[in-house]
């Protein structure tokens, strides 16, 4: 399961980090049944004061592409090489090699977006199942 960053306005929200609680209910449930399930909060990996330098420059680059995708009215995804790369980068955190189904939670219509960008991504360059689903 993968929790995608959200594309936080500047402000207050900037640094609030969304909890996802569906996602663990549900996280916990496929455990108790047997399946193997590993979740990974890049929101919360990309805002903690303990993350990598590397890692807090990609924060300004998600909130340039949020500004960009929703002033031009429409989704551009990976065509854009500035997007390509900010997808690589966020796969980049995320391990997301030898899973049957990768699964995104999505807690916020701030996600949204970033959810579509790696997505697209990952079904470009794998054959993996996505899914995805939160409160929206």
């Not at 303990?50 to 995804?77: A, E, N, V, W």
């Not at 090489?81 to 690589?88: E, G, H, I, P, S």
């Not at 997505?119 to 794998?126: D, F, L, P, Q, V």
Request: glycine share 8%; proline share 5%; aromatic share 6%.
């Amino acid at each position: 399961m993968l929790v995608p960053p959200a594309i936080h306005p500047k402000g207050p929200e900037a640094s609030r980090i969304l909890l996802p609680h569906g996602i663990s209910i549900l996280t916990s449930f496929l455990r108790q049944n047997g399946i193997f399930v590993d979740i990974q909060d890049l929101d919360a990996e990309l805002r903690s004061p303990h993350s990598h330098l590397k890692q807090r420059k990609i924060l300004p680059k998600l909130s340039k592409y949020g500004c960009l995708q929703l002033k031009t009215g429409c989704y551009t995804g990976i065509t854009d090489k500035r997007n390509d790369l900010l997808a690589t980068s966020l796969l980049d955190l995320a391990s997301v090699q030898s899973y049957d189904l990768i699964g995104f939670g999505v807690n916020s219509e701030l996600q949204i977006l970033t959810v579509l960008l790696l997505a697209e991504k990952i079904k470009k360059h794998t054959i993996y199942r996505l899914l995805s689903g939160g409160r929206m």
